[in-house]
C-alpha cells in the first residue's frame, strides 16, 4: 500500500457514504457524484485555524466551536458511551447544533480563513473543505432511528 490515488481506489472504489479525511488529494479519485461524500477532519480543520491566528484573530470563534464539540466527546468517553446509541445521540443533539454554527459561520466569511502551509504558501479554509452539518447526519444517523432497529 502506498499514498497514491490507486490505493484508496483500490480498497473503497465503488463505496458510498461520508469519507472524513484530511486534504490529501488521493482520495479525490473515490469521491464525488458517484462515490463517497468527502468530509473534512475537525482536528485538521482546527490546526488551520490555529495557525490562522495571528493573521485573522477572528479564527478563534472558529477553535472556541471545535472546542465545545471537544469537549463534548471527552464527556461521552468519560462516560464509557463511545459507539453506544448514547453516542450517536449526543452528536445528533448536542454536536450538530456547534457544527450548524461553524458552518453558518465559515459561510458568512467574506474570505475563507487562511492558514499557512508548510511551503510558506496560503491555504484556504472554506466551508466546502469542511465537514458540512449534514456530514454528521451521513456519519452517524439518527439515533432515534438506530433504537428502533
Known amino acids: 500500500m502506498d499514498r497514491s490515488g490507486d490505493t484508496p481506489k483500490k480498497i473503497l472504489g465503488g463505496t458510498t457514504g461520508t469519507l472524513v479525511v484530511d486534504m490529501y488529494t488521493g482520495y479525490n479519485a473515490i469521491t464525488g457524484v458517484e462515490g463517497r461524500q468527502r468530509a473534512g477532519c475537525l482536528s485538521h480543520a482546527r490546526r488551520k485555524f490555529f495557525k490562522a491566528l495571528n493573521s485573522a484573530p477572528e479564527a478563534q470563534v472558529a477553535l472556541d466551536l471545535i472546542r465545545d464539540i471537544y469537549v463534548i466527546e471527552r464527556d461521552v468517553k468519560m462516560a464509557r458511551e463511545t459507539g453506544e446509541v448514547d453516542h450517536a445521540r449526543a452528536r445528533w443533539e448536542q454536536c450538530l447544533p456547534i457544527m450548524d454554527k461553524l458552518y453558518v459561520w465559515l ?8 492558514a499557512e502551509k ?7 479554509l472554506h ?3 469542511l465537514a458540512s452539518p449534514d456530514s454528521l447526519h451521513h456519519q452517524h444517523g439518527d439515533p432515534a432511528r438506530q433504537q428502533s432497529k
Not at 508548510?118 to 484556504?124: A, E, V
Open 107 to 114: 459561510a458568512k466569511q467574506k474570505k475563507p480563513a487562511p
Open 118 to 124: 508548510r511551503d510558506g504558501q496560503r491555504d484556504q
Open 127 to 129: 466551508p466546502k473543505k
